[in-house]
């Protein structure tokens, strides 16, 4: 009687892929994700739901559904985070159960309940475990190493000049034009001070000729002869500043 329950049960309508087993790639440290899609080459609805011997350990969404005829629905299903011991085989199981909709379907957990178990059909698959071999590593070190950018410098042809090049033409004439007015001045102040010292010498010689010693020209012997530290004094500042000027700009 029980094989003949058995023979009587349909083969399952849809088509899973993968197939037979749901494959999880460690590590599983973190939440680790695999797809099942579901595709029903038949021309009437079908309802579907997915179990697990383990429903701790996953997450499906979705879970339950309808799948028109000619369409496929994408099964997510997510391992949670464990301590993954090599030795230890996975005993997971998941089973994709269906049926064929009934017309004006509107309740789902009813369509379950009055289901026949002749109606039902259903497919196994087992969940394996793997962790990542030295090679997936590399590649994966490999793709997550950012693309090589190219010198295309040479291709652009050359650099245009910044900015800044005719910022310093600028300041460079103005330094020269700087530089021309202060020769200017220099002349002038040496032209002075020539002057000047031909009129001390010639006080000097009034002074010494001069054999009754007068106020007036003792006093003007004093005023030539002051005049010259003050006029020295005065060409060394202008050569400071000049020099200055020159570091600082």
């Given at each position: 009687m029980?094989?003949?329950g058995?023979l009587a049960?349909?083969?399952?309508?849809?088509?899973?892929?993968?197939?037979?087993?749901?494959k999880?790639?460690?590590?599983?440290?973190?939440?680790?994700?695999?797809?099942l899609?579901?595709?029903?080459p038949?021309?009437r609805k079908?309802?579907?739901?997915v179990?697990?011997?383990?429903?701790r350990?996953?997450?499906?969404?979705?879970?339950?559904?309808?799948?028109?005829?000619?369409?496929?629905?994408?099964?997510?299903?997510?391992?949670?985070?464990?301590?993954?011991?090599?030795n230890?085989?996975?005993?997971?199981k998941?089973m994709?159960?269906?049926?064929?909709?009934p017309?004006?379907i509107s309740?789902?957990?009813?369509v379950?309940?009055e289901?026949k178990?002749?109606?039902?059909?259903d497919?196994?698959?087992?969940?394996?475990?793997?962790?990542?071999n030295?090679?997936?590593?590399?590649?994966d070190?490999?793709?997550?190493k950012?693309?090589?950018?190219?010198?295309?410098s040479?291709?652009d042809?050359?650099?245009?000049?910044?900015?800044s090049v005719s910022?310093?033409?600028t300041?460079?004439?103005?330094?020269?034009?700087e530089?021309?007015?202060?020769q200017?001045e220099?002349?002038?102040?040496?032209?002075?001070?020539?002057h000047?010292?031909?009129?001390?010498?010639?006080?000097?010689?009034?002074a010494?000729s001069?054999?009754?010693?007068s106020?007036?020209?003792?006093?003007?012997?004093?005023n030539?002869s002051?005049?010259?530290?003050?006029?020295?004094?005065v060409?060394a500042?202008?050569?400071?500043?000049?020099?200055?000027?020159?570091?600082?700009?």
């Open positions: 029980a094989a003949a058995a049960k349909h083969e399952q309508i849809l088509v899973l892929d993968p197939p037979t087993d749901l999880f790639k460690g590590p599983f440290t973190d939440v680790v994700t695999t797809n899609k579901l595709r029903n038949s021309d079908v309802c579907f739901k179990k697990t011997t383990a429903p350990r996953y997450c499906v969404r979705p879970n339950s559904g309808i799948i028109d005829p000619g369409s496929s629905v994408i099964v997510s299903v997510m391992l949670q985070p464990f301590d993954y011991d090599p230890e085989k996975s005993k997971h998941f994709v159960q269906t049926t064929y909709a017309p004006n309740d789902m957990e009813a379950w309940k289901a178990p002749d109606e039902l059909m497919s196994k698959l087992r969940c394996v475990f793997e962790m990542p030295e090679n997936d590593k590399l590649n070190i490999d793709a997550s950012p693309a090589p950018v190219l010198n295309t040479k291709q042809g050359p650099m245009p000049k910044p900015h910022l310093n033409d300041e460079t004439r103005k330094l020269v034009e530089c021309k007015r202060l200017a220099i002349m002038k102040l040496t032209d002075e001070n020539r000047l010292r031909d009129e001390g010498l010639r006080l000097r010689k009034v010494h001069d054999k009754s010693g106020p007036t020209a003792l006093a003007l012997r004093d030539g002051n005049s010259l530290p003050s006029l020295l004094v060409i500042a202008i050569f400071i500043g000049f020099f200055l000027g020159k570091f600082i700009l």
